[in-house]
Nanobody, 117 residues
Framework: QVQLVESGGGLVQPGGSLRLSCAAS????????MDWYRQAPGKQRELVAR???????IYATSVKDRFTISKDNAKNTVYLQMNSLKPEDTAVYYC???????????WGQGTQVTVSS
């Protein structure tokens, strides 16, 4: 019903920056929150950042002070600005629309971020 399309991933050197975008097919204002998750091979998918409908943000401790989540409701788009990237940030990054109430949300296809020299 809702499509989420990520973009902006790629290969960067340690210390570099990337900005990921997540474009939704309908208004993101109706969602409980918009999230960025990431998953590396052999590891569980983990929450990286969340922005709520009231624009409250939370971050994983591993990315706090380096990553910033933001949104543009008029463009139905969520962003993840990633600075000071480290090799351990390498993963597939997924956009997620949270519906709340323990309901299954919507997922994007993911975009690969590789941090390597």
């Amino acid at each position: 019903q809702v499509q989420l399309v990520e973009s902006g991933g790629g290969l960067v050197q340690p210390g570099g920056s990337l900005r990921l975008s997540c474009a939704a097919s309908r208004s993101i204002f109706s969602f409980n929150a918009m999230d960025w998750y990431r998953q590396a091979p052999g590891k569980q998918r983990e929450l990286v950042a969340r922005i709520t409908g009231s624009s409250t943000t939370i971050y994983a401790t591993s990315v706090k002070d380096r990553f910033t989540i933001s949104k543009d409701n008029a463009k139905n788009t969520v962003y993840l600005q990633m600075n000071s990237l480290k090799p351990e940030d390498t993963a597939v990054y997924y956009c997620h629309a949270d519906l709340g109430s323990f309901r299954q949300g919507y997922w994007g296809q993911g975009t690969q971020v590789t941090v390597s020299s």
